[in-house]
């Protein structure tokens, strides 16, 4: 009875969620700049990062806040730690701080698990300039962006997980700010394609679909907005405040899947395994993107992933939307002792102009063995 139950809430989550494509617009590039809080669409995760979007279904831990909410419960550790730091788009004087931390609720972690991330931008400071100074030299202003989230995610069974999380988004300039909330939602699946005897072949199949970016319009505020006005035929001005458009959300659907081909000979290893990875990301103020990814991985220890993240004038120089050029990649490492583990992850984007994205980072799992 309790299985059955559980499966109707996960078919009632699927349902729903892909319900909701039909209040996403598809990609379209003419409302491209009209959605606020873009920060949301930024993936500031080292090793998700490699694979573009293709990962959505095999996302597991601390990152999967980002990429697919549903991951969180399917951290082999039952504690974990991430620090992540991107220097974005080389040159511009942006960098990305993000930390995570989940941790496994029950006594065998069998309630699921709670994440907290955090994302803050670091913007270098940018000039003040007036109609009367142009040029500036009167000082200087921060832009200020960070993002909190609250996570919860659990696992109904060992092919089957779902996840949410509501963050909590800030942004703007000393004297004027926008303050917003948003939701984000995903589901899981994982099976085995053809088992073997020994068992040695297990969840090589990862499917993943989510929502993220759903929330209420937000609308900026502050003196920052504020002009002087002189009143027609009198002597005197008047501070005036002008209404300020609301804006809304980057709201995003991925689906993506991937397959693990194992690549021994040796009937007994699994010691080389290929993954496959497809995503399909359907944006509602930007084009639609389409990526395809490959990680080899030794050992579950040494793991080297390339992806290409395809959109509308991806290859025309001229028209293209986007700095990123779709090529990316990265390489991650494992440490494991015992029940724990640390990671240390890269990757790198493509873009032009500037050069390039570099992320890295570490991730801490304590207690619950290999992943």
Request: contains cysteine.
């Amino acid at each position: 009875m309790k299985n059955t139950v559980k499966t109707q809430y996960i078919a009632a989550i699927t349902i729903g969620m892909l319900a909701g494509v039909s209040a996403l617009h598809a990609g379209n590039p003419e409302r491209q700049g009209q959605a606020g809080a873009m920060q949301l669409t930024i993936n500031g995760w080292a090793r998700s990062s490699g694979w573009g979007w293709a990962n959505g279904g095999g996302v597991s831990g601390v990152e999967a806040m980002y990429m697919n909410a549903a991951g969180l419960d399917r951290s082999a550790s039952r504690t974990e730690l991430a620090f992540h730091r991107t220097q974005w788009l080389v040159g511009s004087g942006i960098a990305i701080n993000n930390f995570g931390f989940s941790q496994k609720m029950g006594e065998d972690g069998d309630k699921g698990t709670f994440g907290v991330s955090v994302m803050q931008f670091g913007i270098k400071p940018i000039e003040i300039t007036t109609e009367s100074n142009p040029y500036g030299g009167i000082g200087t202003y921060r832009v200020n962006m960070t993002n909190i989230g609250l996570a919860y995610s659990k696992s109904f069974s060992n092919n089957i997980s779902a996840g949410l999380v509501v963050r909590a988004v800030n942004e703007g300039i000393p004297d004027a700010r926008a303050m917003g909330m948003s939701l984000d939602a995903g589901v899981q699946y994982t099976t085995t394609l053809r088992p073997t005897a020994n068992k040695i072949k297990q969840n090589d199949i990862k499917f993943g679909v989510s929502m993220k970016n759903i929330g209420p319009d937000m609308r900026h505020q502050g003196d920052g907005l504020s002009y002087k006005a002189i009143i027609s035929n009198g002597d005197f001005s008047k501070t005036m405040q002008p209404k300020v458009d609301k804006i809304k959300l980057p709201s995003l659907l991925n689906i993506s899947g991937s397959y693990d081909i194992r690549l021994d000979k040796d009937a007994d290893a699994y010691n080389n395994k290929l993954t496959v990875g497809f995503g399909f990301t359907n944006h509602a103020f930007t084009t639609n993107q389409t990526t395809l990814g490959l990680e080899y991985s030794y050992k579950n220890f040494i793991s080297v992933r390339t992806a290409f993240v395809y959109q509308e004038g991806a290859f025309d120089e001229e028209n293209r939307t986007s700095a990123f050029t779709g090529l990316c990649g990265g390489l991650s490492y494992d440490i494991k002792s015992k029940s724990n583990v640390i990671s240390l992850d890269y990757s790198y984007r493509a873009t032009n102009p500037f050069d390039g994205t570099h992320s890295f980072g570490l991730r801490i799992g304590l207690g619950g063995g290999e992943d």
